[in-house]
């Protein structure tokens, strides 16, 4: 996440844990939080180094607080920290924290943001800070997130609307609001995955497997720029692997929702032909039976 710089005062963290590589501070109340932060940061680090080649991330500090609104002052001394943020990361300094509520009361789902964070850490130390803007918050995304309905509507309405923005200029005007910043955030957090579950070939004969999107990695903490690592995990630019990534788009957000309708439409059609059908049905039984009404009556007169 994008850091804002500002001076606060610090915030107290009496409480504390240990854990192989991690350390663990938070606020008095939060004793059961400190000792589960302690038990999961671990694995989740080693998880997320799976993707990092064997690249191992040294001490991570841990710093949980209760509210958002307190990140800032709990952060390193001057880094400060987003106003919307829910947890923060700064990965020269191998710390990240953490919210447990929001700013306005609500309980927020912690243990998911520390790992977002720790992704942060992780993939900043592997690659220097030298990641792009759409990596690292593609990557955290990677490590620590379902699908989100609320991503794949504004997926939808910037196809729709053709808003979808290229990957260098998101790069160069990542918004720094989070209002601002939700198509950005769901393009990187999209893009990476793509990347991730590409495999080396783009047709039936891959699987997907996973290591052509760890050599990229690789290959950038080796010092490459994108274009190389990419054509040394994919065999294509970055680019041309862009490019790739915005056909699967319309496929999944445009052509699919297209089908989708064009199959609602033939399921309505056919319930009005059934129904009018039933309809037609019922008045010709309507019909049948005032004649046969109609008949008994003629016959009674005629008797």
Do not use: C
Not at 155 to 165: D, E, T
Not at 258 to 264: A, D, E, I, K, M
């Amino acid at each position: 996440m994008a850091l804002i710089h500002t001076l606060v005062l610090a915030l107290v963290l009496p409480l504390s844990a240990e854990a192989p590589r991690v350390s663990v501070r938070a606020e008095d109340g939060l004793a059961d939080q400190t000792a589960r932060a302690a038990a999961i940061a671990g694995p989740a680090l080693a998880r997320i180094e799976a993707d990092l080649a064997g690249l191992r991330v040294p001490q991570v500090e841990v710093r949980l607080v209760k509210h958002a609104e307190d990140i800032a002052a709990a952060a390193p001394a001057g880094r400060g920290a987003p106003t919307w943020a829910s947890g923060t990361a700064y990965p020269d300094e191998g710390v990240v924290v953490v919210a447990l509520r929001g700013r306005d009361g609500a309980l927020l789902d912690w243990e998911r943001t520390l790992a977002h964070e720790l992704a942060h850490v992780a993939l900043g130390r592997a690659l220097g800070g030298r990641e792009p803007r759409w990596l690292t918050e593609g990557f955290a995304n990677l490590h620590s997130s379902d699908e989100s309905l609320t991503r794949a509507t504004t997926l939808f309405g910037a196809m729709v609307a053709g808003k979808i923005r290229p990957l260098w200029e998101i790069e160069e005007t990542f918004p720094a609001e989070e209002a601002e910043a939700g198509l950005a955030y769901a393009e990187s957090y999209d893009f990476v995955a793509w990347l991730a579950w590409r495999g080396r070939w783009s047709d039936d004969r891959d699987d997907g497997d996973r290591e052509p999107f760890r050599r990229f990695l690789a290959e950038l903490a080796a010092g490459n720029d994108l274009d190389a690592a990419g054509l040394a995990a994919y065999g294509r630019r970055l680019v041309d692997l862009e490019a790739e990534w915005l056909g699967s788009l319309r496929e999944r957000y445009l052509w699919v929702p297209l089908s989708f309708f064009g199959g609602l439409v033939w399921v309505l059609a056919s319930l009005l032909l059934v129904i009018g059908w039933l309809r037609r049905r019922a008045a010709k039984r309507s019909t049948l039976r005032r004649w046969e009404i109609e008949e008994a009556e003629e016959d009674a007169r005629d008797e």
